[in-house]
């Protein structure tokens, strides 16, 4: 907007430096944005300037005369001079500009590097925390697992049992998002996990009263990859989904394919993603839960997860509210 407001204020008083100031118009096509002093004329005579900036074209600044009273011969030579002159300034002060940009997004990729320095020695600290806990939690499961004989109490230690082996191997795995931790991509059935996912945040939609739809349309049996990280991405995905819910809503989950992609889409009915966040929501750190509630890198471990598998993560407006993330993975490894 500051830069606008600038280009603006060059081409008023480039106007005024005309002889005949009353009927010149400037116009200014730079970037991504035009600007003009006023409405251009249908047919005009006029001087025009490139501007470049970093060695390349990236616009021109030009003054018209209406044709019907003025022709080539109205210009002065030293008024092509002036407009090149400018011309010149204003690339000069755009590829200033630039790399001020450019050295804005650097310090920002090294602070986000120190954080990610910091967050990377917080989860080895974490895992040596929660591995003993896990393990007694894991053990004595088996054991009431061993001595019950009530079914339905069975199916709850099996849950707690999986639950408890797929932390342990999360607590391992979340390191790849700070380090080159190699993914594991082999030959994987799809429903068995996508219902793993389901399974574990069953308690997540009971407390809401959310409904929750899964859908199966012409679905391959098997897909190449990391089953850990695929659940990890699904379980933030519909975390997200389910906390942005309204109560007694519908949660809808499809999976379908075509001959290249399986399509991975989960729909919410909440309140959506305003459009000035949509490009940070993937950025490390960026939240807009408060500060308990979230520390804004569950996000960017799905987009992590989705490009380390060559796919791609697509997120629209659901109508009449709320949002739809889809995840698009390629059937072949």
Same mark, same amino acid.
């Given at each position: 907007m500051l830069k606008k407001k600038i280009l603006q204020k060059i081409i008023l008083s480039t106007? @005024? $430096?005309? #002889?005949?100031?009353d009927d010149i118009v400037i116009e200014l096509q730079i970037q991504d944005f035009v600007l003009t002093t006023s409405k251009l004329p249908k047919q005009s005579a006029f001087q025009i300037s490139g501007i470049t900036i970093l060695g390349t074209n990236a616009g021109f600044i030009k003054a018209h005369y209406p044709k019907n009273k003025y022709n080539n011969s109205h210009f002065l030579d030293e008024e092509q001079k002036l407009l090149h002159a400018i011309a010149f300034e204003i690339g000069n002060y755009l590829e200033k500009f630039q790399i001020l940009e450019k050295k804005n997004q650097l310090i920002r990729a090294m602070e986000r590097m120190?954080? #990610?320095? &910091?967050?990377? *020695?917080?989860? $080895? =600290? &974490?895992a040596h925390e929660l591995n003993s806990p896990l393990a007694n939690i894991l053990g004595y499961a088996e054991l009431i697992k061993l001595n019950?004989?009530?079914? *339905?109490?069975?199916?709850? +230690? /099996?849950? &707690?049992?999986?639950s408890a082996i797929y932390s342990r191997k999360i607590i391992n795995k979340i390191l790849s998002f700070t380090s080159d931790v190699p993914y594991h991509l082999e030959k994987q059935e799809i429903k068995p996990i996508i219902t793993f996912a389901f399974s574990l945040l069953k308690q997540n939609f009971q407390? @809401?009263? +959310? @409904?929750?739809? #899964?859908l199966y349309k012409n679905t391959i049996d098997s897909i190449y990859v990391d089953s850990i990280q695929l659940t990890q991405a699904l379980l933030n995905i519909? &975390?997200?989904a389910i906390d942005a819910s309204p109560e007694?809503?519908?949660l809808k989950t499809t999976i379908e394919n075509d001959f290249h992609y399986l399509f991975i889409t989960i729909e919410d009915q909440g309140q959506g993603i305003q459009e000035n966040i949509k490009s940070k929501i993937f950025d490390p750190f960026f939240t807009t839960k408060v500060s308990s509630? =979230?520390? =804004? +890198? =569950? #996000?960017?471990m799905v987009s992590r997860i989705v490009k380390i598998h060559n796919g791609e993560i697509i997120i629209k407006d659901n109508f009449p509210q709320g949002t +739809?993330? /889809?995840i698009k993975l390629p059937i072949t490894e």
């Amino acid at each position: 907007m500051l830069k606008k407001k600038i280009l603006q204020k060059i081409i008023l008083s480039t106007k @005024k $430096a005309y #002889l005949h100031n009353d009927d010149i118009v400037i116009e200014l096509q730079i970037q991504d944005f035009v600007l003009t002093t006023s409405k251009l004329p249908k047919q005009s005579a006029f001087q025009i300037s490139g501007i470049t900036i970093l060695g390349t074209n990236a616009g021109f600044i030009k003054a018209h005369y209406p044709k019907n009273k003025y022709n080539n011969s109205h210009f002065l030579d030293e008024e092509q001079k002036l407009l090149h002159a400018i011309a010149f300034e204003i690339g000069n002060y755009l590829e200033k500009f630039q790399i001020l940009e450019k050295k804005n997004q650097l310090i920002r990729a090294m602070e986000r590097m120190d954080r #990610l320095s &910091i967050l990377s *020695e917080m989860t $080895a =600290g &974490i895992a040596h925390e929660l591995n003993s806990p896990l393990a007694n939690i894991l053990g004595y499961a088996e054991l009431i697992k061993l001595n019950n004989n009530d079914p *339905e109490i069975d199916a709850d +230690i /099996t849950t &707690i049992i999986n639950s408890a082996i797929y932390s342990r191997k999360i607590i391992n795995k979340i390191l790849s998002f700070t380090s080159d931790v190699p993914y594991h991509l082999e030959k994987q059935e799809i429903k068995p996990i996508i219902t793993f996912a389901f399974s574990l945040l069953k308690q997540n939609f009971q407390r @809401k009263e +959310i @409904k929750n739809e #899964l859908l199966y349309k012409n679905t391959i049996d098997s897909i190449y990859v990391d089953s850990i990280q695929l659940t990890q991405a699904l379980l933030n995905i519909l &975390i997200n989904a389910i906390d942005a819910s309204p109560e007694k809503s519908i949660l809808k989950t499809t999976i379908e394919n075509d001959f290249h992609y399986l399509f991975i889409t989960i729909e919410d009915q909440g309140q959506g993603i305003q459009e000035n966040i949509k490009s940070k929501i993937f950025d490390p750190f960026f939240t807009t839960k408060v500060s308990s509630d =979230g520390c =804004g +890198i =569950g #996000l960017t471990m799905v987009s992590r997860i989705v490009k380390i598998h060559n796919g791609e993560i697509i997120i629209k407006d659901n109508f009449p509210q709320g949002t +739809i993330f /889809t995840i698009k993975l390629p059937i072949t490894e």
